[in-house]
């Protein structure tokens, strides 16, 4: 939202409300239908995807750079994810229809949300490759990286649990992952609930994919910001024909 012209900006402010979630709030379950966006001002929301055995993994860490339930503007639908607080914090709160209205209304909102989508879309793709190919040392040095990129020091609010349920891994294997991180240097000491890191030995530690989101995906989304809008229709009044057209394109 920071990226919006005061006025673009102004279609929504009236109608945002502030809210407060602590660790382990779940904003968003799976199956519901979306009738909210919420944009983070500070934290961090893990979207979590659920088999049907009841394991889940992480898809993405969401913290103020994103939103939740943007994909709504593609149409009505119901989550496919769980949205789960890692770190608390403050979001602001819209409904769907107030943002749907204020989408048709504003290339500049269209714009922004496009991007958004297409970084989503991104660092799903990254995230799944890291899932794939990646030890579970590298992925948990990883997802405690992205989380502390949203707290403001070295004690990460995370438990045992709630790192089995990022990695979609077994207690066990999480707690023998620890075990390996402590030895190297990358954590100092972990408590219940409480996680002190060194980063640097994290970094060292982490798969690529962090360094490569945070060097490509960041800088290429805020470069888009960054440009002047185009017009860019609202996708429900793109003509079939020509959505199937540009489907086509390589």
Same mark, same amino acid.
């Given at each position: 939202m920071a990226a919006l012209p005061p006025a673009d900006f102004h279609l929504l402010s009236p109608h945002l409300q502030n809210i407060a979630f602590e660790v382990d709030a779940a904003l968003v379950q799976s199956g519901d239908e979306l009738d909210q966006v919420y944009f983070p001002q500070s934290g961090a929301i893990a979207?979590?995807?659920?088999? #049907?055995? @009841?394991?889940?993994?992480?898809?993405?860490?969401? =913290? #103020?750079? @994103?939103?939740? =339930?943007?994909?709504?503007?593609? =149409? #009505?639908?119901h989550s496919p994810i769980t949205a789960i607080a890692r770190v608390a914090g403050t979001a602001s709160q819209i409904s769907v229809a107030k943002l749907h209205s204020a989408y048709r209304r504003s290339a500049a909102i269209r714009h922004v949300v496009h991007v958004h989508i297409r970084t989503q879309i991104l660092q799903l793709q990254q995230v799944a490759a890291c899932n794939a190919l990646h030890p579970v040392e590298q992925r948990m040095a990883r997802w405690l990286l992205e989380l502390h990129d949203h707290v403001a020091d070295d004690v990460l609010p995370v438990t045992q649990e709630a790192l089995a349920q990022l990695l979609g891994v077994r207690r066990t294997t999480v707690t023998l992952a620890m075990s390996k991180l402590r030895v190297a240097g990358a954590l100092k000491n972990d408590r219940r609930g409480l996680v002190e890191i060194d980063r640097a030995q994290l970094e060292h530690i982490a798969c690529e994919c962090y360094t490569a989101m945070r060097s490509r995906i960041g800088p290429a989304y805020d470069d888009e910001l960054s440009r002047p809008p185009r017009w860019v229709a609202p996708i429900e009044e793109i003509r079939p024909e020509i959505r199937a057209a540009r489907a086509e394109r390589p």
């Open positions: 979207f979590m995807a659920e088999m #049907p055995n @009841g394991q889940t993994v992480a898809t993405t860490l969401m =913290g #103020p750079e @994103g939103a939740i =339930g943007s994909l709504t503007v593609l =149409g #009505p639908s």
